[in-house]
């Protein structure tokens, strides 16, 4: 599984020569091409991690506007998805930290700054990029626990999804990756009660595969490779 999330698609660096990079710089008159550059390493790098314009802005040592200018070009382009907080208010959604993945992973593993494979970062990756193929509104949620993903769809949460890759034979779920299902109730539920039995709640996992019943919860263990073929 590992090969194909790490080399996928086009592999074409992000520097001066490259086309994508000439384009943005371009098609958007960008002047400071090299932090438009560093922006991109760097959100790249930290794909799924918690950030804001405004940790963006101190980070690189520039302008609101020329932070929030640079990230629109990388995200009008393909290079990146933005992924916000759920909420049922539009205004406090807009207003929290959101978390930013890679289009392509096999462009991010040329360009990101990385020790290590990853490879819990890039499946949760992977797994967004098929939901953006079939979905509208794809969100994270965090109150009770994180959430990775949950997907709105109407009016109404349909899936809510959390990614867990571990070895194989680890067959242990940490109660990091249930605390969102076991905690208190989260702020959808509150909202909406008569729609939280609709919902499918899945724990994407490398091999295990199995049905979990956290009290009222019933949570489906999915293994990657069957949720990518559609189970």
Not at 76 to 96: A, I, N
Not at 215 to 223: F, I, R, Y
Request: net charge neutral; glycine share 4%.
């Amino acid at each position: 599984m590992l090969p194909l999330i790490s080399w996928n698609g086009y592999t074409d660096f992000i520097e001066n020569r490259s086309v994508p990079y000439r384009d943005i710089v371009s098609k958007y008159g960008i002047r400071d091409a090299v932090t438009l550059r560093n922006l991109a390493v760097y959100l790249m790098t930290n794909i799924g991690r918690l950030t804001s314009i405004s940790n963006l802005k101190k980070t690189f040592d520039v302008s609101q506007d020329k932070i929030e200018n640079y990230a629109s070009a990388l995200l009008e382009t393909y290079l990146v998805h933005r992924v916000p907080k759920f909420s049922w208010s539009l205004k406090r959604s807009l207003r929290e930290r959101f978390k930013i993945y890679a289009v392509d992973t096999g462009l991010r593993n040329r360009v990101a700054f990385s020790f290590s494979e990853d490879s819990g970062w890039l499946v949760e990756n992977v797994v967004l990029n098929h939901l953006q193929r079939q979905f509208e509104e794809i969100y994270f949620e965090s109150t009770s626990g994180e959430i990775d993903f949950v997907v709105k769809e109407g009016v109404g949460l349909t899936q809510r999804i959390q990614v867990w890759y571990a070895d194989p034979a680890d067959t242990d779920i940490p109660e990091r990756e249930l605390r969102c299902w076991t905690g208190s109730k989260t702020s959808h539920e509150e909202a909406r009660p008569s729609r939280t039995d609709r919902i499918r709640n899945i724990l994407i996992t490398n091999d295990l595969e199995k049905e979990l019943a956290l009290g009222e919860t019933k949570v489906e263990c999915l293994p990657v490779i069957l949720f990518l073929l559609g189970k």
